[in-house]
């Protein structure tokens, strides 16, 4: 009956909804364990627990640790690379490169800081993944890195940056100190703007006299 087919209709959209919603709770769940346990650590207890629903629940949703992982750096490189994208592009075509790479900064650590537990773990224990996982992963890493090699590039080639200077040696480094902070940093201490803007003045004034 026509009535009888509008409710069934309803009804599955409602068990859709709440199937995607009980999926992104176990993977803000998975997200916080490996970040806060390393991937090795992490059991799909811990997961379950910190999700509150029970362990087998979990398999209604993925079939192991290493699905959920690879999600996770999924989600976490997506967001990092989309708000970089999003912080450089707001500025404008006119804005300086200082802006720029400082936009870059800015949004790379609130990311990783403030705003992305996914990308924290990504960041945190990519090294711990399983080989396969890696070099599924490293197109999108490549990506992000191109990107930020681009942005370097042209201020160099505009002058923002020393004609002299090793910008691949200067990535590294660039990215080294700003990934380090998911160890150091304390949030009572300031927002992670506070920290780009200290990175983004190194990278431009140095820090002699």
Known sequence: MPVELADTTVASGADASKSRISRRRVLDAAARCF??????????????????????????????????????????????????????????????????????IKAHLQQLLEQSDYTAANIRIFGQAPAEIQRRHMPDR?????????LLEDARRDGALRADADLSLIRMLLFGALNWTVEWNDPEKGPA??????????????LGT
């Open 35 to 104: 970040l806060n346990k390393g991937y090795a650590a992490t059991r799909l207890s811990d997961i379950a627990d910190e999700a509150g629903m029970k362990a087998g629940s979990i398999y209604y949703h993925f079939d192991s640790k290493e699905q959920m992982l690879s999600e996770v750096f999924d989600i976490g490189m997506t967001a990092v690379f989309d708000a970089v994208r999003t912080g450089v592009e707001t500025l404008g075509p006119n804005a300086s490169h200082r802006d720029r790479i400082g936009a870059a």
């Open 193 to 206: 703007d506070k920290i780009a803007d200290a990175a983004t003045a190194m990278l431009f004034d140095g």
């Open 142 to 150: 490549e990506a992000y890195r191109e990107y930020w090699r681009l």
